[in-house]
Antibody
Framework: EVQLVESGGGLVQPGGSLRLSCVGS????????MSWVRQAPGKGLEWISY????????YYADSVKGRFTISRDNAKNSLGLQMNSLRAEDTAVYYC???????????????WGQGTLVAVSP | DIQMTQSPSSLSASVGDRVTISCRAS??????LNWYQQEPGKAPKLLIY???SLQHGVPSRFSGSGSATDFTLSISSLQPEDFATYYC?????????FGQGTKLDIK
């Protein structure tokens, strides 16, 4: 069974930093691209970053570009999101998601973690 | 960047009704369109991928159609567990983007 488990959320002051982690199990982690998606309280879904299985391809939403860094450690089945210069508008539940493996024609998020809450407040 | 616009933003319906939700892309995305269902406090669940392919385990009352810029999610006969929020998503190009959501509630 595919499982994704996020951790690292919490309360942080504006301008501060936080690192989220997501551990995957039940699949060959290195074969799958991964993404982070967030959802502000009472709001819709926002895709924020993607990383290919070999970390060669990385993309960000404009809202986080230059402040957030996605990474992965395939030996540890782990996905990371380093978040710097945090703002109140970054307050959200952050989900890690799994794409289909490399070579698939279509991308979609069939597997999601349970989410971890990041609150940015003085 | 590709903008996704869903309509309506909210919808009231009864058990047994047939409902449709629309999603429009600001430029062609061919059939790189996914639909998700989200219940309060839970992670989204994939319903439809590639515009019309039903995800394993999703009831057949859900269906998707469309291509290029206009897409539709249909639910043929609403069940109590279908009252939730629905999102479309384009994965044709980065940055990926979601529609703003359609909240489906009980009339």
């Amino acid at each position: 069974e595919v499982q994704l488990v996020e951790s690292g959320g919490g309360l942080v002051q504006p301008g501060g930093s936080l690192r989220l982690s997501c551990v995957g199990s039940g699949f060959t982690f290195s074969s799958y691209p991964m993404s982070w998606v967030r959802q502000a309280p009472g709001k819709g879904l926002e895709w924020i970053s993607y990383i290919s299985g070999n970390s060669i391809s990385i993309y960000y939403a404009d809202s986080v570009k230059g402040r957030f860094t996605i990474s992965r450690d395939n030996a540890k089945n782990s996905l990371g999101l380093q978040m710097n210069s945090l703002r109140a508008e970054d307050t959200a539940v952050y989900y890690c998601t799994r794409d289909p493996p490399r070579g698939y024609t279509y991308s979609y998020f069939a597997h999601w973690g349970q989410g971890t809450l990041v609150a940015v407040s003085p | 960047d590709i903008q996704m616009t869903q309509s309506p933003s909210s919808l009231s319906a009864s058990v047994g009704d047939r409902v449709t939700i629309s999603c429009r892309a600001s430029q062609t995305i061919k059939t790189h369109l996914n639909w998700y269902q989200q219940e309060p406090g839970k992670a989204p669940k994939l319903l439809i991928y590639a515009a019309s392919s039903l995800q394993h385990g999703v009831p057949s009352r859900f269906s998707g159609s469309g291509s290029a810029t206009d897409f539709t999610l249909s639910i043929s006969s609403l069940q109590p567990e279908d009252f939730a929020t629905y999102y479309c998503q384009q994965t044709y190009s980065f940055p990926y983007s979601f529609g703003q959501g359609t909240k489906l509630d009980i009339k």
